[in-house]
């Protein structure tokens, strides 16, 4: 279809990948909150550092109070177990279970699948798994890692995943579960290649698991079901507290025995929880009401990506959903210098480092917030280019 053309034709360029970039990112977003002591708090505040930084509304506080209160270790809270049911009939699985984090159902269900080791994990080389759970593939699963860099900048193909897995032979740990991610970094994978992919790693009796933490957005603006993208996979994690607006919470889904198993993980992991009823209502709202919302994020989102790209500012990657990556460069700004705390005085959040930032937009970002954000960065740029004026005409004096 047209829409997946674009995207395997889109330009990108590979970012964040096995370098010290995600840690240099991560703490300029910590940073920043000190130079947001000029926030005003009794004013809007715009957050563009992540969409995990999304507020519980007023809704969802009142929803709360009419939750279950019941023990879900016992498996007896009804608003628990209606998000859990509901959860595997919208993707397609037998059962699904509700726990803290993203990384928790991610690793939980790599962990049920990895038993015995040796055993490796094939995945994207900027995927999540990888990069950002605290080297949890190594800790709880015993399991080795085989990054592919995508060739085309935005997905990796079958072909190369394919070319990456490991056999069984005593100088590798053989490959037992393909990972994907989608969106990853906001971009788009082709349920068509997933689908191939799918059907390569099936076909060689390996695992299929998808850190579908923004698959919502995915759906959203593309019309593919959650319960089309579920035919591939074994397992998914799909996150309530991003772009679904819960304040906390992910679900991992798979057949019965797996969730069983996932279960008996997840104790073990310490995640049990008790009266978890009221966060279960927050993100079934979520679900109802916020995630509707999403195409309506993205249009925003490409229409900030736009303004930007006619100021000079270079998109390190395309815009397909939520998210917007920059390379200030070409306009001479340095973002920890010449943004954070300028947008912090209109009470605006961001992060990022050096000349790169990642801007993610969600559904408590407007309009206003976008525009105003555009301001400061029109701001800067003149800024910079009559600083750059003064310089040449000294120089000239001189």
Not at 42 to 65: I, Q
Not at 78 to 94: C, F, P, R, W
Not at 160 to 184: F, K, M, W
Not at 287 to 314: C, F, N, R, S, W
């Amino acid at each position: 279809m047209s829409f997946t053309r674009n995207l395997l034709t889109a330009p990108a360029r590979r970012l964040f990948s096995t370098t010290v970039a995600p840690h240099a990112y991560y703490t300029s977003s910590l940073v920043s909150d000190q130079v947001v002591k000029k926030v005003d708090p009794a004013a809007k505040l715009y957050d563009f550092r992540s969409d995990t930084v999304t507020a519980p509304t007023d809704e969802m506080f009142d929803l709360m109070k009419s939750a279950s209160r019941s023990d879900d270790v016992f498996q007896e809270d009804k608003s628990v177990n209606d998000l859990q049911d509901y959860m595997a009939d919208i993707t397609g699985h037998e059962a699904a279970l509700f726990c803290a984090s993203g990384t928790m159902t991610n690793q939980l269900a790599l962990r049920t699948h990895l038993i015995t080791p040796p055993h490796s994990v094939v995945c994207d080389s900027r995927a999540h798994v990888f990069l950002w759970e605290a080297g949890g593939l190594a800790v709880h699963s015993r399991a080795s890692v085989s990054p592919v860099i995508a060739a085309n900048g935005i997905h990796v193909t079958s072909n190369e995943i394919e070319s990456n897995l490991l056999g069984e032979d005593i100088y590798s740990a053989p490959t037992r579960v393909v990972s994907l991610e989608n969106t990853l970094n906001g971009m788009i994978f082709p349920v068509e290649e997933m689908a191939k992919i799918s059907n390569m790693a099936r076909n060689r009796g390996l695992a299929m698991h998808l850190d579908g933490a923004r698959l919502w957005n995915a759906s959203q603006e593309t019309g593919v079901s959650l319960k089309e993208y579920g035919k591939l996979f074994d397992s998914m994690s799909l996150c309530l507290s991003k772009g679904v607006g819960a304040p906390i919470g992910s679900i991992v889904v798979g057949n019965a025995k797996f969730i069983d198993r996932v279960r008996y993980n997840r104790k073990l992991f310490g995640g049990g929880w008790r009266q978890a009823g009221f966060m279960a209502v927050a993100a079934q709202y979520g679900i109802d009401h916020i995630v509707p919302t999403m195409k309506a994020t993205h249009q925003l989102a490409k229409y900030l990506a736009d303004q930007l790209v006619e100021l000079g500012i270079d998109l390190q990657i395309p815009c397909h959903t939520s998210m917007v990556f920059i390379d200030t460069t070409r306009v001479g700004l340095q973002i920890e210098r010449d943004l954070i705390p300028a947008l912090a005085e209109r009470n605006i959040k961001l992060g990022g480092a050096g000349h790169k930032a990642r801007i993610v937009l969600h559904h408590q970002i407007d309009r206003q917030g976008v525009d105003s954000l555009l301001e400061v960065v029109r701001n800067a740029i003149a800024m910079r280019e009559q600083q750059d004026d003064l310089r040449l005409t000294s120089s000239a004096s001189a």
